[in-house]
Each structure stands twice: as C-alpha cells, then as structure tokens.
C-alpha cells in the first residue's frame, strides 16, 4: 500500500501560479501511474491530470490544459502539480492517488488517495 501526502496548497490572486507536492511513502512509488483530481465544495470530485511510469507521458482534464503541468521524481517519490494562470474556479481541495487504468479519468480507477490541499483563487 502506498501512503500519499499532499502539499503546497494555499491563497492566490488569479493569475498567480501554485505548485502542488504529493509525497509518497509506502511501497515501490515509481512503478505506479499516478494522478491529481480536485473537489470544489458541492460539487463531484473531477480528474485534473495523470502522469505515466516509467516513461512520464502525461494527459489532463480540458480545462487546465495549456495551465497545469503535471510530472514526477522517482528518486524523491514524489509527484507534482503546476498550476499556472490559476482562475477562481480552480478553487477546491486537491488530491493525488495511485491510477489502476491508464488513461482513465474515474475516480473509481483511483485509490490510495491522500488528504488533500486546499487551494483558493480570488478574483
């Protein structure tokens, strides 16, 4: 089982820039696929971006494509979210979870997931 870990969620004006830690513990982090979803209160927790092992490929919800980057370090375990050109609407906890289907953007096809970090955009 892995044990995820989040980070660097905070306050920003929109059109700031934020960058999200997930850190892992547990076992073997890097042969696993890994992904961050968001949840903005009332509302449904949705796909925010995927990022393959080994070799990093990479796919993202439409609407943070072009913002967000999402990559990972193996050596330190430990995967990353850039969030860039942040909107109000970006506001909402953020998680990362271990992916069990490639390509998927079902929170079913996720688990292990960590806390989350809060991330607020005002206007």
């Known amino acids: 089982q892995v044990q995820l870990v989040e980070s660097g969620g905070g306050l920003v004006q929109a059109g700031g820039s934020l960058r999200l830690s997930c850190a892992a513990s547990?076992?073997?982090?890097?042969?696993?696929?890994m992904g961050w979803f968001r949840q903005a209160p009332g509302k449904e927790r949705e796909f925010v971006a995927g990022v393959r092992w080994p070799g990093g490929s990479t796919y993202y919800a439409d609407s943070v494509k072009g913002r967000f980057i999402i990559s990972r370090d193996n050596a330190k375990n430990a995967v990353y979210l850039q969030m860039n050109s942040l909107k109000p609407e970006d506001t909402a906890v953020y998680y990362c979870?271990?992916?069990?289907?490639?390509?998927?953007?079902?929170?079913?096809?996720?688990?292990?997931w960590g806390q989350g970090t809060q991330v607020t955009v005002s206007s």
């Open positions: 547990g076992r073997t982090f890097s042969v696993y696929n």
């Open positions: 979870a271990v992916c069990r289907r490639w390509g998927s953007r079902s929170t079913t096809d996720f688990d292990s």
